[in-house]
């Protein structure tokens, strides 16, 4: 485009280029995750709510795992179906409108599972001990019962009636329990 310049030698005109508009550039357009499964309680709005706080590896693609629709309305049959799946997202509608979850970072394990790795690393720091060698545990975060696992991103939402995000408050990091 042409502008005119002012300076102390008189008037010009000069072609210069277009300005670099200012800040960071627009946000691509949303894109949901791809879906192995259906989710009939999460419109794209919701998707885009919950998908800005998870890490980005975890929003290309989800696989519905459990649907009380489907399954039956069985905590035994969740739990089997969640265990050891990697991170989930947890979405209930209850009879009252509500719409509200949970993200856990990492797989659900079942408090035996739990147990049994607790009791293997205490005979290999014992075993280590023994030789004299040093054994180095598994690392938990700082501050987190042998009860609970999860890890600081976790999260818990509601969508509806409202939207409000939960965070890890930082008190400990006693984040999931099953």
């Not at 399954?71 to 265990?83: H, L, P, Y």
């Not at 009879?95 to 690393?121: L, Q």
């Not at 290999?124 to 060698?133: D, E, K, P």
């Amino acid at each position: 485009y042409q502008r005119r310049v002012h300076g102390d030698m008189g008037t010009r005109d000069s072609k210069q280029k277009a300005a670099e508009p200012e800040g960071p550039p627009p946000a691509p357009a949303f894109s949901p995750p791809l879906f192995h499964g259906a989710s009939d309680l999460l419109s794209k709005e919701d998707l885009r709510q919950i998908c800005c706080h998870l890490p980005l590896d975890q929003t290309e693609t989800w696989t519905l795992l459990y649907n009380s629709r489907k399954d039956g309305k069985s905590f035994t049959r969740f739990g089997t179906a969640v265990c050891n799946k990697g991170p989930t997202l947890v979405v209930i509608h209850d009879t009252d409108g509500h719409i509200f979850g949970g993200y856990a970072d990492e797989s659900w394990r079942p408090m035996e599972d739990r147990r049994k790795e607790a009791e293997k690393e205490q005979a290999a720091a014992q075993r280590a001990s023994r030789c004299g060698q040093h054994f180095e545990p598994k690392p938990r975060p700082p501050n987190q019962a042998r009860q609970f696992f999860g890890g600081g991103r976790c999260f818990v939402f509601s969508l509806a009636p409202d939207l409000k995000l939960y965070l890890p408050s930082g008190a400990n990091s006693n984040f999931m329990y099953y």
